[in-house]
């Protein structure tokens, strides 16, 4: 889950990791007493989900008050890469000396959390790194032992010959390696991780990237979720333990499995047709998830044909077959349904979707499933 | 020979008493597994369809002489249950459980280094040796002995491909659902390594999908090592950038673990890969 920079902003200050003065506002208003209150030079960015803000002309300089108000009329509201922007950051404008480059990831290769610092930060950061790996340096901590020192010293000692500095950078890294534990996060970033003409180091921006499968013990962060940004059909999904994804297409995807459901929307494709979603309905089913599976891919007004695809293993076929039933009760589904269940409680599921004596077009296999679907959607 | 599991396994089903993992007992029960116990803090000295229950898994492991263990426990309990059975001495723990925080894993993952104790998963299918035993939550019915061995990062797609080989009349020798997180206990190189020193296994199924590069790091290892015929497929090919797709581990990000970067290292290392699941199994007999 992502949040916005002036969110991430305030997780840091409450690590006391040095940020620039400034708070978030909603109107050009808000954006006219933020810079009176800070009294100097004002930096406006817009707060939306998506990199390169600044290239798209969403982060401007403003030198009073008034002109921040008047950048932030043209900011907010605006459109980046099909984000509405609807609040705006508004920070004190530092005098940056150089930009360097640190962040913290989940690292899948090695197994640790990986830390990254480069001396090229700034916006061309992903640049820099695919052309020119060698100058990001790196150090994997062991999560039983925790950061140690002399992992960060050998990142930052060529950087910084100034003792503060190199101790600030120590410091400011262990605390963003606290945060990626502590807060069960998957990325966390400062970029740019500024130099100021004054010495002082400052984290110019913030940005963290949580692991959804901790939301549960982080009610304090799940509350930050930008309920703008996200697709109210998979935040409806995801209380119900689904996992859903939108995509362009007319075929409905209804399938037990990650895995199962990318390769049904693959099969989609391949025999010709447009995948309409990714539905996972995962694993221990009850009837309920299916009914609301059901109505999430009908909410959707270009669906043509919906397609189950269920291998039973942890999920029962029987409560597929009975939440399909009970979705049929409550909502009128006009459009053909092809149904494949196959593996545990097979038998029972065929067996009350043949009994219903509803309107359903069944399938043996995947294949064959697949293929129906996509003729249903085209006819 | 399978690999990891055969019939002298002795089993205990943590959070036996859940609705899964009553489910998933009863059928691995059925399926011959030795499932000689389960633990459920708080209902030592019941039974569970026959099942005794203990209190923990140090209590288990002496009554029984257990030497895996697989792990129903909800998400948040269940690197507790992890350790658990890594302290009990139990060679082999099995983790179910989806939706396990990544932290958890990794803390997980980090402690067994150097022990001698194998962890599959977190947030997988678990291993069946057809015939022999099934331990997870695989259907039994799709696989029958046989000589190729499947070895996947998903649930439901592996039983896709595990039923495609039954039906061609070729057998599994074992198949192993590693999982799809990020972190897992397990990888494809493990299970390709263990497969390619197996006498019985003539040919192997590999199952992955978008997301990490385990699958590309597989190929090199292939190339490199594997003396046996591996076919592949690759689940999210359509799935775009930036999504998670379901599984913590499914997600498309910076260019990284797509589809067709997978399919270029597979191919590169000769390692065929398929359209569909059940070609899988056509390819496979092709190369039988």
Redo the contacts between chains.
Sequence with gaps: MKIHEHQAKEIFEQYNIPTPQGKVAYTPDEVYQIAKEIGKKVVVKAQVHVGGRGKAGGVKLADTADQAKEIAKQILGMDIKGLTVKKVLVVEAVDIKKELYVGLI?D??P???TIMVSEAGGVDI?EVAAKTPEKILKAQV???LGVKGFQVRRLFENIFKEKDQLKTALSVTEKLYQIF?DK?C?LVEINPFAVLGDGRLIAADAKITF????L??HPDIEKLMDMDSVDPNEVIANKYGL?F?Q?DGNVGCI?????????T??????YNGE?AN?L?V???SNPQKVVKALEIIMSNKNIKSILFNI?????RCDDIANGILEALNKINIPIPIIVRL???NEAAGREILKKSGKDLIPAE???EAVKLAVEQAKS | MSILIDEKTKVIVQGITGRDGSFHTKQMVEYGTQIVGGVTPGKGGQKMDNVPVFDNMMEAVSETGANASVIYVPAPFAADAMYEAIESGVKLVICITEGVPVNDALKVYNYIQGKDVRLIGPNCPGLLSPGKSKIGIMPGHIAKPGKVGVVSKSGTLTYEVVYAITLKGLGQTTCIGIGGDPIIGTNFIDVLSMFNDDPETKAIAMIGEIGGTDEEEAAQFIKENIKKPVVAFIAGRTAPEGKRMGHAGAIISGGMGTAESKIEALGGAGVPVCDTPAQVADVIAEKL
């Design positions: 989940m899948r290769g197994k640790k959390v992903e062991d999560p039983l534990m069960d998957s692991d959804e499968n901790a549960g013990r996992s994804v995509l399938v037990n499995g990650a895995g199962l459901a990318m390769a929307m693959d099969g989609v494709k391949l995948p990714f996972d995962g694993g221990s291998f039973g293993g942890i999920t196959t593996g545990t296999t995947m294949n």
